[in-house]
């Protein structure tokens, strides 16, 4: 064992944060290798005890869908290359709807809407405040939407949302049309406006440099300190989207660089005063076992898939997404509210013949 990587193992331990050059050379470990395995391992063990085993189960729907100006060149919805046409908006009953079937099993700790890059500020307004009105005091209501600036949050906020998901993403600026300080202003814009702020380090692809990928956990790092991630962090893999110029698998990372990455934001995130829950995206059980314990189910519109509904695509559902938590020994689920259900086989069982 590379003694390097056990006294980074030991400083996480006692909740000290690696170096930036630490970082680097975790992220130069072969993915494989005993000292990898043991990175995993060791921000398994950290996440699981202070959270007394506990996950988050979170769920997202597409709400509109269009050829989008941001034009990323890892995004089904781009301008350049997208299979969409036109502009398919879900109607409202029915985001209420797919919300409520989310909720359904009562152990959802959170509910997203997802918008393309701009957005109709009636129209998700309205989803805000009829779906909020659907789903139970127990599950938060989020936001992953494009930018906006604080009179919008305001009004979001006012409306029933409890925070967002915004991130300035890899190759902001130059993969994308977003300017990055514009994903910053909003992002500081929504918290200002009492809204929670949820970071990833995302989309990593087989070209991402570990430079780049050392620089955005050092962001998230400070971002935690300076908003305070009120709910998540996370890593997510970019997908070979078919169409894109990044289609194939031949440019994605593995689950387990993934787990890998993600076992090293616990250690950087390991000071925070509110240490976060770890999300990883696409759900996989190599990242659960390294650290991560929140994952999404999905339906509508995906930005990783071409389908028009994803649920009957790359996206899981909720009983898919449960059992996966379970399959890799989690033992509760936490609610929006700060209350939990205990993943017992009964409470399995249970589930199942719910349906």
């Not at 949302?161 to 992002?187: F, M, N, Q």
Request: glycine share 10%; with cysteine.
């Amino acid at each position: 064992m590379d003694q390097r990587v056990t006294d980074v193992i030991n400083k996480a331990r006692e909740g000290v944060p690696p170096t930036y050059d630490e970082v680097l050379m975790l992220l130069e470990l072969d993915e494989a290798s005993p000292e990898a395995t043991a990175v995993r391992g060791a921000a398994n063990d950290l996440v699981r005890e202070r959270t007394g085993n506990a996950g988050i189960l979170l769920g997202q729907v597409g709400i509109d869908v269009y050829p989008c100006e941001a034009d990323c060149q890892f995004c089904s919805f781009a301008k350049s290359t997208t299979c969409f046409t036109g502009h398919t908006t879900m109607p409202v009953d029915e985001v209420v709807e797919r919300a409520k079937e989310f909720a359904r099993g009562g152990d959802l700790y959170a509910f997203y809407l997802m918008t393309m890059n701009s957005f109709k500020e009636d129209y998700v307004l309205e989803c805000i405040r009829a779906v909020r009105a659907a789903l139970p005091a127990t599950t938060k209501l989020i936001g992953n939407f494009g930018d906006s600036d604080a009179s919008f949050w305001k009004k979001a906020k006012e409306a029933g949302l409890d925070g967002i998901y915004h991130v300035k993403r890899l190759g902001e600026g130059t993969l994308t049309e977003i300017p990055p300080e514009r994903r910053e202003a909003t992002i500081r814009a929504a918290w200002e406006s009492g809204l929670s702020v949820q970071d990833c380090c995302e989309p990593i692809g087989a070209e991402t440099s570990n430079e780049d990928i050392a620089t955005r956990l050092f962001e998230i790092q400070a971002h935690g300190r300076e908003y305070g991630l009120h709910d998540c962090a996370g890593v997510m893999k970019r997908n070979g989207v078919p169409g894109t110029p990044f289609e194939g698998l031949q440019n994605e990372i593995t689950n387990m660089r993934l787990g890998l990455i993600g076992a090293i934001e616990c250690f950087v995130m390991v000071d925070q005063e509110d240490f976060p829950w770890m999300a990883v995206h696409e759900p996989n059980v190599v990242s659960l076992m390294s650290g991560a314990n929140a994952i999404w189910a999905e339906t509508g519109f995906n930005p990783r898939d071409t389908s028009e509904d994803t649920s009957a695509g790359r996206g899981l559902d909720v009983p898919a997404v449960r059992e996966m938590f379970y399959q890799a020994g989690f033992r509760k689920l936490v609610l929006g509210d700060g209350s939990t259900v205990e993943l017992t086989p009964e409470y399995m069982a249970q589930k199942i013949a719910e349906g």
